[in-house]
């Protein structure tokens, strides 16, 4: 998948992946525009839908939400912030981002993959810091 750019003074921001063969999980990558200094810095709310194409649950096209998260600020140029996990075949993955701490832009990237099945939701990633050696 390309980037997508996402802006939180835009009317929608959704970015969508295809898992192309069934996943359940999807990773999230952010590139955050330069930040000024002078700005407090964003911090994202996402949430994250799954839709869900099972015979099994019939021929209808079903859609669920995963609660939201607050991810950031981001520290590094481009780093995994998040990840979301659903326990059954997803076929595509919809990320929806806002902003309360003005303007905020991004370059995001979606990677669906499969996994240990279990967990449900959205996970956020922590960033580490390192000072001379130490985690921070």
């Given at each position: 998948?390309?980037?997508?750019?996402?802006?939180?003074e835009?009317?929608?921001?959704?970015?969508e992946a295809d898992?192309?063969?069934?996943?359940?999980h999807?990773?999230?990558?952010?590139?955050?525009?330069p930040?000024n200094v002078?700005?407090?810095?964003?911090v994202w709310?996402?949430?994250?839908?799954v839709?869900?194409r099972?015979?099994?649950l019939?021929?209808?096209v079903?859609?669920?939400?995963?609660?939201a998260v607050?991810?950031?600020?981001?520290i590094?140029?481009?780093?995994?912030?998040?990840?979301?996990r659903y326990p059954?075949p997803?076929?595509?993955?919809?990320?929806?981002f806002e902003?309360d701490?003005?303007?905020a832009?991004a370059?995001?990237?979606?990677?669906?993959?499969?996994?240990?099945?279990?967990e449900?939701?959205?996970?956020v990633?922590?960033?580490m810091?390192l000072?001379?050696g130490?985690?921070?």
């Amino acid at each position: 998948m390309v980037g997508v750019h996402i802006d939180s003074e835009q009317k929608e921001n959704r970015v969508e992946a295809d898992a192309g063969l069934p996943s359940n999980h999807c990773v999230l990558i952010v590139e955050p525009a330069p930040l000024n200094v002078d700005d407090a810095a964003p911090v994202w709310r996402v949430s994250v839908d799954v839709v869900l194409r099972d015979p099994a649950l019939g021929n209808e096209v079903l859609t669920a939400t995963l609660p939201a998260v607050l991810i950031g600020p981001i520290i590094h140029k481009r780093q995994v912030t998040a990840i979301a996990r659903y326990p059954a075949p997803v076929a595509r993955w919809v990320w929806r981002f806002e902003s309360d701490a003005g303007r905020a832009r991004a370059r995001v990237w979606l990677h669906p993959g499969e996994s240990t099945r279990g967990e449900c939701g959205i996970s956020v990633v922590p960033a580490m810091l390192l000072r001379r050696g130490v985690q921070v």
